[in-house]
C-alpha cells in the first residue's frame, strides 16, 4: 500500500496535468483559423468537447478514496492527451503524408476518448459512492437538527406559557395586594372620624362657654353698670372683661378648624379605601390591557396624589401628583422591560 504522502503527490500531479489540458480549448484544437474549413478537424470538435470535460470533472474531485493505481492511470492518461494535443497542433495540410497523419490522429482521438471514458466512469462511480455516503450523513444530521429545533421550539412554548401564567399570577397578587392596602386608609378614615367627633364636642363646649359668657357679662354690665365710672377706669375693666372672651371664641375657631380638617381627612382616606376597595373589581371588568392601565393610574392617583390637610390655610394641591405618577410609570415599565 502507497504511503499517504505518495498518494497525495499522485492527486497533486494529476491535477496540473489536468490544468495543463484545460489549457487547451475546442477551437484550439479543431484549428479552422489556420486550416480552414476543409483542413480542420471539425468531424472531432464532439469528441474534444467530452474529453475536456472528463478532464475538468475529474479535476474537481476529491479524489482521496481512488486508489493509487487508477491514479497513476490518470497521470497517464493526461500525458497522452497533452501529446495527442501537441500532435494535432503540429498537423500540417502541406505535409505529404498529411491524409495519413490526419487519418492516425483521429483514430488516437477515438481511442483516447473510449479509454478516457471508461477511466473516468470509475472514478465518478467512487466519487458517486462517497456523495451517496456524505448525503446519508446530512440527512441524518438535518434530521438531528429538525428534532433538535422541535425540541427547542416546545421548551420555547412551554417557557412562555410559564411566563405567562407567572405573570398571571403576579397580576392576580397585585390585585389582591392592592384590595388588602385598602384596610389602611379604612382605618386612617376611622381615626379621622373619632378625632373629628372629639373636636366637634370641644367646638361646642367653647361656643356654649363663649355665649353663655358673653351674656354673663351683658347681665352684670345692665345690673350693676355704673355710668359714673371714669373712662380710664371703664377701659381698664372691659379689657379684663373681653380678654377671657376673646380667648373663649379664638378656642371656639381653633376648635372648629379642627374638626374641619378632620372630617376633610376623613373624607379624603374614605375615598382613597372605596378607590382601592373597587380597584380589583373594576379590572377584572376591563377588557383590555389599556383599560386596566387607565384603572390603575386613577387609583395610583386618589391614592398618591396630595390633598389639603386642612391644617393649614394655604395648602399646595397637587403639586407633586404628576411627578408620582410619572416615577410609577417609568417603575412599571422598567419592570415589565426587566421581565
Not at 476543409?38 to 467530452?50: Q, S
Not at 498529411?98 to 483516447?112: E, I, M, P, Y
Not at 377671657?244 to 379605601?273: D, E, M
Amino acid at each position: 500500500m502507497a504511503e499517504p504522502s505518495e498518494h497525495e503527490k499522485r492527486i497533486r500531479d494529476f491535477r496540473e496535468t489536468a490544468q495543463n489540458v484545460l489549457e487547451w480549448t475546442e477551437e484550439s484544437l479543431v484549428r479552422r483559423g489556420d486550416l480552414g474549413s476543409t483542413g480542420c478537424f471539425e468531424e472531432l470538435r464532439p469528441r474534444f468537447g467530452r474529453i475536456l470535460g472528463r478532464f475538468g470533472r475529474l479535476k474537481a474531485c476529491l479524489l482521496d478514496n481512488v486508489p493509487y493505481g487508477v491514479l497513476q492511470k490518470l497521470n497517464a492518461l493526461g500525458n497522452r492527451a497533452l501529446s495527442v494535443f501537441e500532435r494535432i497542433n503540429l498537423y500540417s495540410t502541406e505535409d505529404p503524408n498529411a491524409r495519413q497523419v490526419r487519418r492516425q490522429l483521429g483514430s488516437d482521438v477515438d481511442g483516447f476518448d473510449l479509454e478516457s471514458y471508461e477511466l473516468a466512469a470509475k472514478v465518478f462511480a467512487t466519487e458517486e459512492s462517497r456523495d451517496e455516503e456524505l448525503e446519508q450523513l446530512r440527512q441524518g444530521l438535518r434530521e438531528e437538527s429538525n428534532a433538535l429545533s422541535n425540541v427547542k421550539q416546545r421548551a420555547e412554548d412551554v417557557l412562555q406559557e410559564t411566563h405567562d401564567v407567572l405573570a398571571q399570577a403576579r397580576a392576580v397578587v397585585a390585585e389582591a395586594g392592592v384590595s388588602q392596602h385598602a384596610m389602611h386608609f379604612k382605618e386612617a378614615a376611622n381615626e379621622y372620624s373619632k378625632n373629628g367627633k372629639r373636636w366637634l364636642t370641644a367646638t361646642v363646649i367653647s361656643a356654649v362657654l363663649a355665649v353663655g359668657y358673653t351674656v354673663f357679662l351683658f347681665w352684670l354690665y345692665m345690673e350693676y353698670g355704673n355710668p359714673d365710672v371714669k373712662t380710664g377706669h371703664s377701659i381698664q375693666l372691659a379689657i379684663l372683661k373681653l380678654l377671657p372672651l376673646s380667648i373663649l371664641y379664638s378656642g371656639l375657631l381653633w376648635c372648629a378648624k379642627n374638626y374641619r380638617s378632620q372630617r376633610h381627612n376623613y373624607v379624603i382616606s374614605k375615598h382613597r379605601h372605596d378607590a382601592l376597595s373597587t380597584f380589583e373589581a373594576f379590572v377584572k371588568a376591563a377588557g383590555d390591557e389599556q383599560t386596566k392601565n387607565a384603572v390603575l393610574i386613577q387609583a395610583t392617583q386618589a391614592v398618591f396624589s396630595p390633598q389639603a390637610s386642612g391644617f393649614v390655610s394655604q395648602d399646595l394641591e397637587g403639586v407633586q401628583g404628576p411627578q408620582v405618577i410619572e416615577l410609577f410609570r417609568h417603575a412599571t415599565g422598567a419592570g415589565k422591560d426587566s421581565g
